[in-house]
């Protein structure tokens, strides 16, 4: 069934679960909504990368870049934004959907998220990029998240961010040398 695709003023999103098939090569079948929004946005590029909490995040080139250049604002002194920096790059992978829809996921990737070949996985937007899933993690996430759920949408939206739900501080942008504090008021080594 064809759906319409969703804006959110001019943005185009991504959104929905999708069971997807990963096949013998590797490669996932993009769900034909989601081939909708990339075609609309052009997002021809992808960029995959390890996510959070087992998934394999997906990003346009756009968002990628965007993510990239915060990313450098941090020195590469600073010891756990260098950390950082190796998880996330290092991981690092570049996809196109072929001409049958599909999308090649590297073995690095699917072993980091827990995806055999030939196996069901979970495909979800998330407004500005995509993630895959071992089907057991996801169902894990979600019902590991089911209580604070509530919570997580009142901090929204009353302003307030996700401080306090159980998620660490962002590190601070380099500074030129002063120490940034952390999420319980200690204070991190001076980068």
């Known amino acids: 069934m064809w759906r319409k695709v969703s804006h959110v003023g001019n943005a185009v999103m991504y959104f929905g679960e999708y069971a997807v098939k990963v096949d013998d090569k590797g490669r996932l079948t993009v769900p034909s909504r989601i081939r909708q929004v990339m075609e609309v946005e052009g997002d021809a590029v992808w960029y995959m990368t390890r996510g959070f909490d087992g998934c394999i995040s997906v990003y346009p080139r756009d968002e990628w870049r965007r993510i990239r250049a915060q990313v450098s604002r941090y020195s590469s002194m600073n010891a756990k934004a260098l950390d950082f920096r190796r998880l996330f790059f290092s991981s690092m992978g570049e996809a196109k959907i072929d001409g049958q829809g599909r999308m090649a996921i590297p073995a690095h990737l699917r072993d980091l998220g827990g995806i055999g070949t030939d196996e069901d996985a979970i495909l979800i937007g998330v407004d500005d990029h995509l993630e895959i899933w071992n089907r057991e993690r996801w169902r894990g996430f979600q019902s590991g998240n ?31 040398g002063r120490e940034a504090n952390t999420e319980k008021g200690g204070k991190t080594d001076a980068y």
């Open 146 to 176: 089911e209580a604070a759920y509530k919570e997580m949408a009142t901090l929204i939206s009353m302003g307030e961010g996700m401080q306090g739900v159980g998620q660490a501080a962002m590190m601070p942008p380099y500074a030129g």
